[in-house]
């Protein structure tokens, strides 16, 4: 089963910054957080990962809180591209074969 | 830098028939998860292999099997086909090099989307 929550659906208007959480109050010390997405009908993308800092790349921002129990993945200026399903999901570094859990994720609307 | 290649895109098959489906991972890349995606039950992981070795299996009856090859490639293989087995089928690469997390990464192709009539 999936370690994480997140929100079905969630509405974002175009422009604007979409922030998307996730619970993961079970968390372990040498979990990271990861965050993919899903266009429709395409594989899973990878966004961004973490441990316990706020990580930045050229696609989105992920806050993580200082107990690790929860996180944000804030994409700044969201477009009508940026419609997807977004997974967020714990994984032990160096766990080559422990397989990512999905869970249901949230889907994101970007509406113009 | 080519990525994750899958072939066929698309397929269907009748009932009581098999299918094998192809991945070329990213070179370089030697492990290699097979994941099922259905309306459903959502993604739900099927094996990974790494250098050429199963070592994990999720919770699918002995019909679904997998190999890899020495140059990473991998197949899967279902046998005698159910309607239940219409599904998107992704499979992902990743470099997995110890003591760098960014390396597990798993990168994912377009899949093969397999309609069983």
Known sequence: DAKTTQPPSMDCAEGRAANLPCNHSTISGNEYVYWYRQIHSQGPQYIIHGLKNNETNEMASLIITEDRKSSTLILPHATLRDTAVYYCIVRAWNSGNTPLVFGKGTRLSVIA | ?117
């Open chain 2, 1 to 117: 830098k080519a990525g994750v290649t899958q072939t066929p895109r698309y397929l269907i098959k009748t009932r009581g028939q098999q299918v094998t489906l192809s991945c070329s991972p990213i070179s370089g890349h030697r492990s290699v998860s097979w994941y099922q995606q259905t309306p459903g039950q959502g993604l739900q992981f099927l094996f990974e292999y790494f250098s050429e070795t199963q070592r994990n299996k999720g919770n699918f009856p002995g019909r679904f099997s997998g190999r890899q090859f020495s140059n990473s490639r991998s197949e899967m293989n279902v046998s005698t086909l159910e309607l239940g087995d219409s599904a998107l089928y992704l499979c992902a690469s990743s470099l997995e090099k110890l003591g760098t997390p960014g390396a597990n990464v798993l990168t994912f192709g377009a899949g093969s989307r397999l309609t069983v009539l």
